[in-house]
């Protein structure tokens, strides 16, 4: 009978245990550790949240285990308590955190993780991701404008770069590279770069990084907002420029060009092989140079020709590579018309060109010598740059020279500057369209830079000044004082 009894007493306290567990597993509470309804949801501020600026804790400055408060767009450090981000929720009552590194949503204090799809689109703007598929329809399908959250209207790859102080001169050459179609493309996909092997402790690879993260958000087709700020670019570009660019003191934008193509290549492990990086396939031509040495002007005609007779002034040649061509203007007249008005001098862009056709010579003068030079183009690159040499520096300040260059929009013909040999071969691929066009405003030191941007998939023009975008006629274009020009071979041959 006691046996019964005992066995009796320890059933109900089984079917007890049973039942708790049914009742852990269906019903969540706040203590189950796999609760992912969150009540908080409907407190997340979209309007406040921007991932573009530096990753690190607004307290303690650290950029270890950062979380970003989605109700007032702050970042804090941590998740357990005596933390910041802990501290953050108990005081403020803001209880949504997502981690920047991980890109996973918490719940604070009570310290559960949100799984919930609605989500998605914050997840998606903090790391935009593009597919095989999505990048060869971008310059092909015509584009669908996007919806911000503030209802505005923007074309992906057509917005606007926040200017922190003086760094329009960065932000012209980045709103130009963004629309170079194997550039962009490339950069586009993480996947491209993200297996290049650095050497340990290299942190140069951050701004192969940070112009990925930059291109990817330009071209996001679900931003918050209708412009980007390139704020970690920029600092990156600070960093391994040894502070050379700054974003607080204007710049030039040929010298950031110049070394941040260089820079890229670098990093991207690149040589000095043609192929070696996605930099050198897209913008790197070979010419030649035909150096000849002149003799002093003081000896007679029986001297010069003597020295003239020697090896050391026969023509030297040099093969070398270029990523950038530098086209040099005509000297602007002196005087006025008749109307006492300062004429606006022009040229035209074939003749600035002529320097590269192999038979015209310029001078250039050493503090002891003076030497003759002729240049041979070899290869055209699928890109050309044109530097358009505006500055003159002088002994005593920056002169500035106001020729406007006339250069047709489409089919421009660089068949005229190759060589012979080269001519016949390439007859075809010599057509060249532009594709983009930096201009610089103003006075020399204190002007500021736009840029024209072609978005091949609708064939308009964009005129783009830091957060200001406007639709432009390409006949407006060409009126412009041209900085820099970029222009793209015709895959249409006729």
């Known amino acids: ?223 918050f907002k209708a412009h980007v700020s390139p704020h970690e670019m920029l600092q990156a570009v600070v960093l391994w420029s040894s502070k050379r660019f700054q974003i607080t003191e204007q710049g030039d934008p040929i010298d950031f060009l110049s070394w941040f193509l260089n820079t890229l290549h670098r990093a991207l492990k690149g040589n000095k092989q043609p192929n070696s990086s996605i930099l050198y396939k897209i913008f790197l031509g070979e010419m030649k140079i035909f150096t000849r040495k002149m003799p002093p002007v003081e000896l007679d005609d029986a001297a010069k020709e003597k020295l003239l007779a020697t090896e050391e002034y026969q023509d030297q040649v040099e093969h070398t590579n270029f990523i950038y061509l530098t086209c040099d203007l005509p000297p602007p007249p002196l005087f006025t018309d008749e109307f006492r008005e300062n004429i606006i001098p022009q040229v035209n862009l074939y003749q600035l060109l002529g320097k590269f056709n192999g038979s015209a010579e310029k001078e250039y003068k050493t503090y002891k010598d003076n030497f003759m030079k002729r240049f041979e183009i070899t290869r055209l690159p699928q890109f050309i740059i044109l530097y358009i040499k505006r500055f003159t520096k002088n002994t005593f300040f920056l002169e500035k020279n106001p020729t406007i260059v006339n250069f047709p929009i489409k089919n421009v013909d660089f068949g005229d500057i190759l060589g012979m040999r080269q001519r016949d071969k390439d007859v075809k691929d010599t057509k060249y369209n532009l594709v983009a066009n930096i201009v610089h405003d103003g006075d020399p030191k204190k002007g500021t830079y736009r840029a024209h941007i072609l978005h091949k998939a609708n064939g308009q023009w964009y005129e783009m000044q830091d957060l200001h975008v406007t639709e432009i006629l390409p006949q407006m274009i060409t009126l412009t004082e041209s900085y820099i020009q970029i222009y793209e071979r015709s895959s249409d041959p006729s």
């Open 1 to 223: 009978m006691a046996q019964t009894k005992s066995t009796a007493a320890k059933r109900p306290r089984l079917d007890n245990r049973q039942t708790n567990a049914q009742e852990d597993d269906e019903t969540p509470s706040v203590f189950n550790p796999k609760y992912r309804v969150c009540p908080y949801l409907d407190t997340i501020n979209r309007n406040l949240l921007d991932f573009d600026f530096e990753k690190l804790c607004s307290v303690s400055l650290t950029r270890i285990n950062v979380y970003a408060c989605l109700v007032c767009g702050k970042y804090f450090q941590g998740r357990g308590t005596n933390t910041h981000a802990y501290t953050h929720s108990v005081g403020e009552a803001h209880h949504v955190f997502l981690n920047l590194h991980t890109l996973r949503f918490y719940c604070l204090p009570d310290n559960y993780e949100i799984i919930d799809s609605s989500l998605d689109d914050i997840k998606y703007v903090l790391n935009p991701t593009f597919t095989k598929q999505e990048i060869s329809k971008l310059d092909l399908v015509l584009p669908k404008q996007s919806r911000t959250v503030d209802g505005i209207l923007y074309l992906p790859g057509v917005v606007g770069l926040n200017n922190i102080k003086a760094n329009d001169y960065c932000n012209v050459v980045l709103h130009a590279l963004s629309h170079v179609g194997p550039l962009r493309d490339y950069f586009l996909r993480e996947q491209n770069y993200a297996k290049i092997k650095r050497p340990p402790g290299d942190s140069m690879f951050t701004l192969v990084q940070r112009f990925g993260e930059l291109m990817r958000k330009m071209w996001n087709p679900r931003n």
